[in-house]
Nanobody, 116 residues
Framework: QVQLVESGGGLVQAGGSLRLSCVAR????????MGWYRQAPGKQRELVAT???????NYAESVKGRFTISRDNARYAVYLQMDNLIPEDTAVYYC??????????WGQGTQVTVSS
């Protein structure tokens, strides 16, 4: 069984930065796309950023220029550097891994709170 372990959330003032980490643990055959999603209270879960094995990244318009996604294929890890945070970024952030034939795995979520 594969688990995604997230860390790095917390409380930060507007304009500040946080770095989220997500590491896959267990018996891993392959991981293709990895990414971050978020869900604010009363809203649907939305894509923040994704990155495939080769490195090209995809970002939501609302975070372009402020967030940077990266991954370490050797460690089955994905990171999200979040700069210039705004209160609208407040949400629970979830890591996601596409494992192809073995399905999709989600992390447990980490809270990010941005105060004004």
């Amino acid at each position: 069984q594969v688990q995604l372990v997230e860390s790095g959330g917390g409380l930060v003032q507007a304009g500040g930065s946080l770095r989220l980490s997500c590491v896959a643990r267990g018996i891993i055959v392959s991981i293709y796309d990895m990414g971050w999603y978020r869900q604010a209270p009363g809203k649907q879960r939305e894509l923040v950023a994704t990155i495939d094995e080769g490195g090209p990244a995809n970002y939501a318009e609302s975070v372009k220029g402020r967030f940077t996604i990266s991954r370490d294929n050797a460690r089955y890890a994905v990171y999200l550097q979040m700069d210039n945070l705004i209160p609208e970024d407040t949400a629970v952030y979830y890591c996601k891994a596409d494992r192809g034939y073995y399905g999709t795995t989600w992390g447990q979520g980490t809270q990010v709170t941005v105060s004004s």
